[in-house]
């Protein structure tokens, strides 16, 4: 992970790195331990569902229905972050979401099922737009597209390490302690994220000022560029960020991403083992390919986006891209390796859409306003996280195919494309 700058030649450039070295690291493990335990339950539906006789149907809407809590408490949590500060809030997420992610082993009916993943939604709540927001106060616009990107990539990270990590649980740890392998799956990856949320609090600073490895003149520095680009946004108070009427097209074109996003992250395992591929722990290997794709994508893209200074077509290519791939991979399903490549092309342009579409809402709010609008952009745009995988588990038991849900998800991703190319203005966000 290179903390290199945008332009060499800059004199701010090691201030930057600095404070990246610092920082992204730290944020990037974070986001793989949330992830992981929000989308695992895709690799223990491998086992759980035929264990506790859930339908698609039912895991469908037990997978989504964390987004439901998630959208509840996701503005209030991020208002309160930027009250209460990073170091204190995220904190309590982590340690709250760790310990309802390790009590899915305890899940023995759909309506327990149900609850906990309700639960762990709320829990989690405001973890994602408030590192998103925390970027903001460290990273001035010009250069957050990159160092997004660099976060974000912990989403393909955390599936390459969890599809192959998930596939040697499910496999090897079956009957240990007499508890099933899906048990023990819950159990080993929510525990880290306790133990990560207690180092929150001896971690992070919550602003420049704060920061004790910062000496007085990278703080004058830096502070002095957050302040010049938030001099240059119209919207600044909590207020501003739930009533400008971008706030909703944002909303809007995160939910086609996201359907995207979770269509690969919650059904990914089930779609290759439809392809022939029973072993858990091959799952686990093969899944971990595109995820990798992704990563690679996430990170060259978002640095080609901050260096030419230029928004809107490197968000609207990749969301096509993706949507191209989600649909060859229905096409070449009868060849693993098609198949293979097709996912690959769409986790690449699923994965490589994301972080660059927060430089979008980001360029436009400031201050208090971001913390109001980019939660409910997050909220709003994360409710595809209940449809997605509903949607398909719903197709799924109707077609006993999810190929119909492979070509929704595309239409989707086309469909965000669309609107950020047709309701957003360059001069807006291309700074």
């Known amino acids: 992970m290179s903390a290199a700058a945008l332009d060499n030649v800059s004199p701010e450039n090691p201030v930057y790195a600095k404070v990246t070295w610092r920082l992204v690291p730290f944020l990037f493990l974070c986001y793989v331990l949330a992830y992981l335990d929000r989308v695992n339950v895709g690799f223990a539906k491998l086992q759980m569902a035929s264990e506790l006789k859930f339908s698609e149907t039912v895991y469908g809407l037990g997978a989504g229905i964390f987004f439901i809590g998630y959208f509840l408490f996701e503005v209030p949590s991020n208002v309160i972050l930027h009250r209460v500060g990073a170091r204190v809030w995220i904190a309590r997420i982590m340690i709250t979401w760790g310990v309802l992610s390790s009590a899915m082993m305890l899940v023995s009916s759909p309506t327990g099922f149900y609850v906990l993943r309700f639960l762990l939604g709320l829990a989690e709540a405001g973890f994602f737009p408030g590192i998103i927001l925390y970027i903001t106060y460290w990273y001035p616009s010009e250069r957050r597209g990159h160092i997004t990107a660099l976060f974000m990539t912990a989403i ?140 690679v994508g996430m990170v060259l893209v978002g640095r080609r986006a901050d260096r030419q200074r230029e928004r809107r077509w490197h968000v609207a290519i990749p969301a096509l891209l993706g949507a191209v791939g989600l649909a060859l991979s229905v096409q070449f399903g009868e060849s ?20 660059l ?47 119909n849900g492979m070509y929704l998800l595309a239409a989707s991703l086309v469909l965000g494309a669309v609107l950020v190319l047709a309701g957003v203005r360059s001069e807006q966000v291309n700074r």
């Open 336 to 355: 693993t390796t098609l198949a293979m490549a097709a996912l690959s092309l769409a986790t690449f342009g699923i994965l490589t859409t994301l972080p």
């Open 156 to 295: 393909a990270v955390a599936g390459v390490v969890g599809g192959p990590l998930s596939g040697w649980l499910l496999k090897e740890f079956g009957g240990t302690a007499g508890l099933s392998a899906w048990q023990w799956l819950f159990v080993v990856e929510g525990v880290p994220s306790v133990l990560v949320g207690i180092l929150v609090l001896f971690y992070l600073d919550d602003s420049i000022g704060g920061a004790k490895w910062l000496d007085a003149g990278e703080k004058r520095l830096l502070s002095e560029n957050i302040a010049r680009d938030n001099a240059a946004k119209s919207d600044h108070h909590v207020w501003d960020g739930l009533r400008n009427p971008k706030v909703y097209l944002f909303a809007a074109i995160y939910f086609c991403f996201v359907a995207g996003l979770y269509g690969i992250g919650f059904w990914l395992p089930t779609i290759i083992k439809a392809m022939g591929v029973k072993d858990p722990l091959d799952i686990g290997l093969l899944s971990a390919i595109p995820w990798a794709v992704g990563a």
């Open 357 to 403: 579409f927060w430089s979008l809402p980001t360029a436009i709010f400031g201050s208090a306003a971001a913390a109001s609008g980019i939660a409910l952009v997050n909220s709003f745009g994360n409710l595809a996280g209940f449809v997605s995988p509903f949607a398909i588990g719903w197709i799924k038991d109707a077609t006993q195919s999810t190929a």
